[in-house]
């Protein structure tokens, strides 16, 4: 396993890459406001007409997320696209073009609330409370179920016996990978799997969400070994990305700063992260930054900038 290179900023990976899918949360904003740094990086990556795709689990469509992050000043020429949960589904459901949604039809059996509910309002999809009549079972992590897991034990053997697409939005995948984690969604779809039947997982660290990204890089001849991933979330941003052969940039100031806060020097870092890697299916990011800025520019670096 080959170590992860410590770098000062993103200035000294650039060189490396024309892609760069960049997580939102924790990486360029805390969910009120932008990190200082995040602006002049972006500007830097655009500048030398780098790719850019912000890629998140939320439930908004890229829109929404544009004008949110246009609230806290991120303008839209700071980035290329937007790339969310929430829009995946939305056009895979309207589309049914990408595999995962292929005939999946229109009819909905929802294990989720009313947060999804109102977000299936602007597809072509009919929410019913008949198992039988649907064309697909959605099980939703967006929001708290309605009843105990085990409740819905009669539906999950209805929908496998029929043979029926079963998506799951957003499943917490810290729990589906065994990392001592434990939600209501993650045992729903592992009882699917108990069952026999398939689901289709939907969100980051899964491969749906991370080919559909591969497919916006194709339009833009860009392949995977040409991107990286950065992200502060090993379950989310770095497995994932592994898992479709990207390299990966690990922000230890996100979702795991408080494991790296007593790390005094670089001997410290390194024995944390190898920590993190065994905790984490002993994937390793291929480098660390301690948050997502520039950095100082090498005096030999000419940085390439990408012909249009």
């Given at each position: 396993m080959a170590n992860t290179k410590f770098c000062q900023g993103i200035s000294d990976i650039s060189d490396s890459y024309t892609g760069f899918i960049i997580d939102t949360w924790g990486v360029l904003h805390d969910g009120e406001k932008l990190y200082d740094p995040v602006v002049e990086c972006l500007k830097e990556l655009r500048a030398r007409n780098k790719f850019v795709l912000l890629m998140s689990n939320s439930v908004m469509r890229a829109s929404e997320m544009a ?242």
């Amino acid at each position: 396993m080959a170590n992860t290179k410590f770098c000062q900023g993103i200035s000294d990976i650039s060189d490396s890459y024309t892609g760069f899918i960049i997580d939102t949360w924790g990486v360029l904003h805390d969910g009120e406001k932008l990190y200082d740094p995040v602006v002049e990086c972006l500007k830097e990556l655009r500048a030398r007409n780098k790719f850019v795709l912000l890629m998140s689990n939320s439930v908004m469509r890229a829109s929404e997320m544009a004008g949110q992050l246009k609230f806290m000043g991120l303008t839209e020429n700071l980035y290329s696209e937007i790339l969310t949960a929430g829009e995946f589904l939305c056009q895979g459901l309207k589309t049914q073009s990408d595999p995962v949604f292929e005939k999946i039809g229109a009819v909905c059996y929802l294990i989720g609330g009313e947060r999804t509910r109102q977000f299936l309002k602007d597809t072509n999809v009919q929410v019913t409370d008949d198992i039988d009549a649907a064309s697909f079972l959605l099980i939703s992590a967006w929001d708290k179920l309605e009843a105990e897991p085990s409740a819905y034990e009669e539906t999950l053997r209805a929908a496998v016996k029929r043979r029926i697409k079963i998506v799951c939005i957003n499943p917490d995948s810290r729990a589906l990978l065994g990392l001592n984690y434990s939600s209501e969604t993650p045992s729903i779809s592992k009882r699917v799997q108990e069952l026999g039947g398939v689901v289709q997982m939907i969100g980051k660290p899964y491969k749906p969400l991370f080919h559909h990204s591969i497919k916006m890089l194709h339009k833009n001849d860009i392949y995977p070994g040409q991107t990286v991933m950065i992200g502060d979330s090993m379950a989310h941003d770095i497995i994932g990305a592994t898992l479709v052969n990207m390299d990966t940039c690990l922000v230890r100031n996100g979702m795991h700063a408080p494991v790296f806060k007593t790390a005094a020097t670089p001997a410290d870092v390194n024995k944390i992260l190898s920590m993190l890697v065994v905790q984490y299916n002993n994937i390793r990011p291929t480098y660390l930054v301690d948050r997502l800025r520039w950095g100082k520019a090498l005096p030999d670096r000419k940085h390439r900038k990408r012909a249009k």
